[in-house]
């Protein structure tokens, strides 16, 4: 029998652009008993992507088939392509102890709230509009019109900002991981 505490989900969403998967990358390397969820999406791979690593990159067709199975914790659809976060993966996670992170946008956030009230929830906020369009062009992966529509979307994902539990500004990099790391312990040492 697995005797292992269970470990804690957490929803973790910002804007397109305000830093979030840098973020991630630093909370990966400091603590070992944090893992990240990989999405399915239909979205083509950026230039460095991997498969299986930053996303599971599917097919219309796939990602379809898997919602019909009742497969994803949560999806939903972003500029145009859809994204999901499958059941399956989290629960062997969770089951192992393991902190699991999802890192999606707002309508699937909502989607996890309803499920699980009880979410750990972050909202990484950029100091500013003007700074997330910086950001975003400085990042040369998206055209003009992607960049626009991202830009829209961030808009009306930070009015959401406030359902949820936490909110942190990432101004710099080492404080907003650093407040993500002492949210996670104040949690954990408010539930046991
Ligand atoms: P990107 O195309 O920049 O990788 O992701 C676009 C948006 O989709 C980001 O806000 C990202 O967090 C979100 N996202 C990534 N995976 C998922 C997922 O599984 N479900 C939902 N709802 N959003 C996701």
New binding site residues.
């Given amino acids: 029998m697995n005797s292992k505490k269970k470990g804690m989900l957490v929803l973790y969403?910002g804007?397109?652009g305000v830093g979030?998967g840098t973020i991630m990358q630093e909370l990966l390397k400091r603590d070992k008993n944090i893992r990240l969820s990989v999405?399915?999406?239909t979205?083509p791979p950026r230039e460095g992507e991997i498969d299986g690593v930053h996303y599971n990159f599917v097919t219309k067709e796939q990602f379809e088939s898997l919602i019909q199975k009742d497969g994803y914790l949560?999806?939903?659809e972003?500029c145009g392509n859809y994204?999901?976060?499958p059941k399956q993966q989290v629960e062997d996670l969770l089951s192992q102890g393991y902190d699991v992170f999802?890192?999606?946008?707002v309508?699937?956030g909502l989607q996890i709230m309803e499920k699980y009230p009880d979410v750990l929830s972050i909202f990484v906020l950029p100091p500013s509009i003007d700074t997330l369009e910086k950001r975003l062009r400085r990042r040369g992966t998206e055209d003009e019109e992607t960049i626009l529509k991202r830009l829209g979307e961030a808009k009306r994902e930070i009015e959401c900002s406030e359902k949820y539990k936490y909110v942190v500004v990432n101004d710099k990099l080492e404080d907003a991981v650093d407040e993500i790391l002492d949210i996670i312990k104040k949690e954990k040492s408010d539930t046991t």
């Fill in positions: 969403t804007s397109s979030k999405s399915n999406t979205r949560e999806y939903a972003y994204y999901g976060t999802l890192e999606i946008e309508c699937g």
